[in-house]
């Protein structure tokens, strides 16, 4: 039987390139010198497509490809695929969720303790020399603390589950109360950006959370607040943040993720009390390849027959490979 041709937007990482390659007939729209022609040719014999979120898919591209029957995505967000689009057309979406928790559950914890312990600015005030002529200030402390989980998915239950070791107050806003866990559940943002002074994003982008942590927000998390955000930049409303840290609103900011990747607003570079990363939270090796297998998995099992692996909650589940007479 002919492989199935398989659409790239963007190339991926070495292994899953190689496992793609065994198992599909590969197309690369970053090589084509004409994205029309492109599409007008290969369009109509596209029945998978893998990609990530750096690679939007919106649902023109989707009516470019009749026959697509899945989308594979490396990132357990999806909030750059149209999955409301690609559901109206039976078409499968599946995501890397579980295989990326504790690793960016790890790295929100070592941002906020960078950012309350200032560990990223210490390092840099060391090299410059500085130290034989002043001791480092002392710096704002994590003890006493009470932080606010915004999303208590997947992610953020592992951000607790880490932060429990650290004897503070948890608490969490989401759309529903989670009857199996104890921490205190606020049913509005705003509320519980009143109760705490650490406020941990973890709820996924889209149109339902942009812009969710305004100035409202910041103001109400107080002069002692710190913002880690592991998400997505578009939760926040970032000039109101950038105001809030120069205004000393709130005390500091640790941010993974920024709102036009991977351009960040000169702003940020500014400010003393902000630690920036190029947005590396699920990103070690160990990590991401966990991640890429899980894409060529949900690839491979929807071909044979046996469904996807991960779907999305909106995907139409239950579909199964026409490949499998389904
Ligand atoms: C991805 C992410 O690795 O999983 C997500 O949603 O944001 C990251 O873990 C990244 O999008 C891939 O480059």
């Given at each position: 039987m002919q492989p199935a041709d398989l659409l790239l937007l963007k190339p991926m990482q070495r292994s899953v390139m190689d496992a793609l390659a065994a198992a599909f007939t590969l197309h690369r729209a970053d090589t084509a010198p004409d994205l029309d022609a492109f599409y007008r040719e290969i369009g109509p014999r596209i029945r998978a497509m893998a990609t990530g979120a750096q690679a939007p898919v919106d649902r023109a591209l989707i009516e470019r490809l009749p026959h697509l029957e899945i989308v594979a995505s490396f990132g357990v967000g999806y909030d750059t695929i149209d999955v409301t689009a690609a559901a109206e057309r039976g078409v499968v979406v599946t995501n890397t969720p579980d295989v990326l928790s504790d690793e960016v559950a790890d790295l929100a914890l070592g941002l906020l303790l960078a950012t309350i312990r200032e560990i990223p600015q210490a390092?840099?005030?060391?090299?410059?020399?500085?130290?034989?002529?002043?001791?480092?200030?002392?710096?704002?402390?994590?003890?006493?603390?009470?932080?606010?989980?915004?999303?208590?998915?997947?992610?953020?239950?592992?951000?607790?589950?880490?932060?429990?070791?650290?004897?503070?107050?948890?608490?969490?806003?989401?759309?529903?109360?989670?009857?199996?866990?104890?921490?205190?559940?606020?049913?509005?943002?705003?509320?519980?950006?009143?109760?705490?002074?650490?406020?941990?994003?973890?709820?996924?982008?889209?149109?339902?959370?942009?812009?969710?942590?305004?100035?409202?927000?910041?103001?109400?998390?107080?002069?002692?607040?710190?913002?880690?955000?592991?998400?997505?930049?578009?939760?926040?409303?970032?000039?109101?943040?950038?105001?809030?840290?120069?205004?000393?609103?709130?005390?500091?900011?640790?941010?993974?993720?920024?709102?036009?990747?991977?351009?960040?607003?000169?702003?940020?570079?500014?400010?003393?009390?902000?630690?920036?990363?190029?947005?590396?939270?699920?990103?070690?090796?160990?990590?991401?390849?966990?991640?890429?297998?899980?894409?060529?998995?949900?690839?491979?099992?929807?071909?044979?027959?046996q469904g996807p692996l991960t779907p999305v909650p909106e995907t139409p589940v239950g579909g199964h490979s026409a490949e499998a007479g389904r």
């Open positions: 390092d840099r005030y060391l090299r410059a020399g500085h130290w034989p002529t002043r001791t480092y200030p002392l710096t704002a402390t994590l003890r006493g603390r009470h932080v606010g989980i915004l999303g208590l998915g997947r992610i953020g239950r592992a951000i607790a589950h880490r932060l429990e070791g650290f004897g503070v107050t948890l608490s969490y806003h989401g759309r529903r109360r989670q009857e199996d866990v104890a921490y205190g559940f606020h049913p509005t943002l705003l509320e519980m950006a009143q109760a705490v002074d650490v406020l941990m994003i973890v709820a996924p982008g889209g149109p339902e959370t942009n812009g969710i942590v305004n100035a409202e927000i910041l103001q109400a998390l107080g002069p002692e607040g710190i913002v880690v955000n592991v998400a997505r930049g578009s939760l926040i409303d970032e000039p109101a943040l950038i105001e809030a840290l120069r205004s000393g609103t709130i005390h500091g900011a640790g941010l993974d993720v920024f709102a036009t990747e991977p351009r960040v607003p000169e702003a940020f570079l500014g400010l003393d009390r902000v630690v920036l990363l190029p947005h590396v939270g699920s990103g070690s090796v160990h990590t991401r390849e966990a991640m890429g297998r899980l894409v060529v998995d949900n690839l491979l099992s929807w071909f044979s027959g």
